[in-house]
């Protein structure tokens, strides 16, 4: 969505850089929005209460809010509609202020009840927002770009939903919008009966003779990744010269060995193929050989379930993804692994 110019407006109010006498008028009107003074409507907890009878009974009829003893109770993402609207007298900007010390977040999910509204969707309002238009059924959690999020949070939600949709807010209040759900890859397994022997020279492992599916050829020598050389140490299928703690010194050359080589050694025992997938910004380019035997059908990266994760993170690695027809997976590392698909979606 472009140009909400009266939310932009809002936000450049509400930033830290904005003072002056400006700001200082526009929060004295804020405050005198929906006080109990105001005959005609006020704030309740969560909520702008409609006292005027013909007003609610108008609003009540066009499916808005819950009528309580002839009043109206009123969700603040449909307030914030209706004021846009002029269905509901009120200037959207000091409701926008007044609102926001009330409920952390709702001038983000206003951009998107609104949006959504204008695109025919009927929908509830909340901290997880239900829109329905036609066959079609969403569920939708709403984010700032500024906001970090824990992947431990999403896949509470998503042991719970199938799939849900996020709406990320940015600060020219476009919207951009993900469906998440969780991908379970299959165990097809894998047995390694081969051995070999390896040597780590500069950083680099080199080998003259390598077992099917690990290493590249170079030259006339093959070169293991760290975590091919890792991987088949753990299975006994490696011996390595020229180091005598090889864990130590694959965590000095990359800092979050340990946190990728997880998901790898887990992708591995299923049958899958990770390479590196530098190319893409991710940890892993992975093949599937039973579905593609050329092509490698997804790109994962790997956090840490607790880590808090800023949204451009994902925006950008899902841009990619996008770009280059694979499926986005992203790897929560805690006591499991979890993988979430990442997927562009259109409102």
């Not at 930033?15 to 005959?39: I, P, S, T, V, Y």
Request: hydrophobic content about 35%; aromatic content about 12%; glycine content about 8%.
């Amino acid at each position: 969505m472009k140009n909400h110019k009266i939310i932009k407006k809002y936000e450049q109010c509400a930033g830290e850089g904005n003072k002056g006498q400006e700001r200082k008028n526009m929060k004295l009107n804020a405050d005198k929005f929906g006080n109990e003074g105001e005959k005609e409507k006020h704030f309740v907890g969560k909520k702008l209460r409609v006292y005027d009878e013909e007003t609610a009974q108008r609003l009540s009829s066009e499916g808005f809010g819950k009528m309580k003893k002839g009043k109206l109770d009123l969700e603040l993402e449909e307030a914030a509609y209706l004021i846009e609207h002029r269905k509901l007298s009120g200037d959207l900007l000091h409701f926008l202020i007044k609102a926001s010390e009330i409920e952390k977040g709702i001038e983000d999910r206003a951009v998107v009840y609104i949006e959504l509204k204008k695109r025919g969707y009927r929908v509830k309002p909340g901290r997880i927002m239900k829109a329905v238009r036609g066959e079609r059924s969403i569920r939708i959690r709403v984010f700032s770009e500024r906001e970090r999020f824990s992947f431990r949070s999403i896949i509470n939600l998503l042991k719970r939903e199938r799939s849900f949709i996020v709406c990320i807010v940015d600060e020219e209040c476009d919207i951009t919008a993900y469906r998440l759900s969780l991908f379970k890859p299959q165990n097809y397994g894998r047995e390694i009966e081969d051995r070999m022997s390896a040597y780590l020279t500069g950083g680099r492992i080199f080998a003259e003779n390598a077992i099917e599916h690990f290493g590249e050829l170079f030259s006339n020598i093959y070169e293991l990744s760290l975590y091919e050389t890792y991987y088949l140490m753990k299975k006994g299928a490696l011996e390595l010269y020229g180091c005598d703690d090889f864990l130590e010194a694959a965590k000095k050359e990359q800092k979050d060995f340990e946190l990728a080589y997880s998901v790898y050694e887990d992708l591995m025992d299923k049958g899958y193929e990770p390479k590196t997938g530098f190319k893409y910004g991710t940890h892993f380019r992975v093949y599937d050989f039973r579905v593609d035997d050329i092509h490698a059908p997804y790109l994962v990266h790997s956090f840490k379930e607790g880590s808090r994760v800023a949204w451009n993170e994902i925006s950008r690695a899902s841009r990619v993804a996008h770009t280059v027809k694979k499926k986005m997976l992203f790897a929560s590392v805690g006591s499991e692994i979890n993988y979430i698909k990442c997927e562009r979606f259109k409102v």
